[in-house]
């Protein structure tokens, strides 16, 4: 039962002083009784070196010693020290009578959605006396709290500067500052904002655009992570939604502006929705989605390619780097096996909106701006679509449409043309945008 299971408070946030708020998060609350922190220092990942630290509480309240465990990693990567280390230490712990509660404070190198999807999806095997299966069995998702500084937190979240690039990892690992400042706060339960040297207009911003990229989440504000006290955090999470998400995974047809969040502009910070019943040009498209890199804080939702018409292609853009990969089918494109595999709310959600030619197909995108003009947005989407001549072919001559140009299919290949200004991955990898 879920009840039985562990309790794990996970705690994420950038380098620099949102990561000291989760390390100082993580001592306050570590000091309640009975709970265990865990960090793995991933500063030496390069070299194969990964450090765990260990912190208890005792049940009674007494504090427990600091342990450190060098760990040597074969192949020394995020993915090596979740599933070689992270995941069995959870299934221990979680078999411990003494242990009331996890904290995971992570690296900023480790994503809190991949590590939640972690813990419910990937088996476990050779802990003793454990049958080998998910440590999601043994432990679940309390609450993910992200920390935020709101200096910078904006820059990075708009911006195109590789992870790698600010020295946090090797030259092949892909990611963004955006891509991490733009998930963890989606992903966060409830956030930390240190506040202290941010200038009026940048905390007014950071604050609208938090609010529209985790509307669920209760805010609070401190000045830095050394005024940060343990009333703070009590108050902070006894507020988060009995809805949250707590680790979930993310359904791609689920509506895109869950939690209710503002829709009226703020300090030049918007949400643009763009919906459509009419496919797009696939080259039209890969040419106008300059549009959601620049002055963008993020852009995702489902898109109806006329040359993939089977397929979902789920869309979502971080600062300057984009990723399009599948989502699965279209429910118009299922057999009647699969339709019955299919979640009740997406059918009723399709059937609202089915087309007796298309049935569900459909672009439906959430754009968050920070800097740019909506109405551009809007203009280069719509130039993008199909016309009506194009239209009636995808409609009668799909043979004669599966011909068009389509950088997002096989034959798509990275880098892009020189050409074009705005590299795009058809393999569900990140790119940065060049300018």
Request: hydrophobic fraction near 45%; glycine fraction near 8%; aromatic fraction near 4%.
């Amino acid at each position: 039962m879920a009840s039985q299971r562990k309790p794990v408070l996970v705690l994420a946030g950038l380098p620099g002083r949102a990561a000291e708020g989760v390390e100082r998060a993580a001592r306050l609350l570590g000091a309640g009784p009975g709970t265990v922190v865990v960090r793995h220092d991933l500063s030496e990942l390069r070299q194969g070196v990964v450090r765990r630290i260990v912190r208890s509480c005792a049940a009674d309240g007494a504090v427990g010693r600091e342990s450190v465990t060098v760990l040597e990693l074969a192949h020394g990567c995020v993915s090596c020290t979740l599933r070689a280390d992270l995941l069995p230490y959870l299934c221990l712990l979680a078999e411990r009578d003494s242990v009331r509660r996890i904290v995971l404070a992570l690296d900023p190198a480790f994503e809190a959605e991949a590590v939640c999807q972690a813990i419910d999806d990937v088996v476990v095997t050779g802990v003793n006396g454990r049958i080998d299966g998910p440590a999601g069995r043994t432990v679940r998702i309390d609450s993910v709290l992200t920390c935020v500084d709101a200096r910078d937190w904006l820059a990075d979240a708009t911006g195109d500067e590789t992870f790698a690039e600010r020295g946090h990892a090797t030259a092949e690992d892909e990611r963004t500052m955006a891509q991490l400042a733009v998930g963890q706060v989606e992903f966060a339960d409830a956030l930390l904002v240190f506040d202290s040297g941010a200038d009026l207009l940048d905390r007014e911003r950071t604050t609208a655009v938090l609010a529209r990229l985790a509307p669920r989440a209760p805010v609070t504000y401190v000045a830095e992570p050394a005024a940060l006290d343990t009333d703070d955090l009590t108050w902070l999470l006894r507020r988060v939604p009995a809805d949250a998400r707590r680790g979930a995974p993310f359904d791609p047809h689920a509506p895109l502006l869950a939690g209710a969040p503002p829709l009226e502009p703020d300090c030049g910070v918007a949400l643009v929705e763009f919906a459509t019943d009419r496919p797009f040009h696939p080259d039209r498209l890969h040419s106008a989605i300059d549009v959601l890199l620049d002055g963008v804080v993020s852009a995702r939702g489902r898109v109806w390619l006329a040359t993939q018409p089977d397929e979902v292609v789920w869309l979502e853009s971080a600062g300057g780097g984009l990723r399009v990969g599948g989502a699965g089918k279209w429910l118009a494109a299922m057999t009647s096996r699969e339709l019955e595999q299919v979640d009740p709310e997406r059918a009723t959600l399709a059937s609202l909106r089915w087309h007796e030619h298309f049935g569900d197909r459909h672009t439906s995108l959430v754009i968050l701006v920070a800097d740019s003009d909506p109405e551009e947005i809007r203009h280069a989407l719509h130039w993008a679509l199909v016309d009506e001549d194009e239209l009636r072919q995808v409609r009668f001559a799909p043979e004669r449409v599966a011909l068009w140009a389509d950088p997002f299919g096989d034959q798509h290949e990275e880098p892009c043309d020189t050409n074009r200004s705005t590299p795009v991955a058809g393999d569900g990898a990140t790119r940065n945008n060049e300018r």
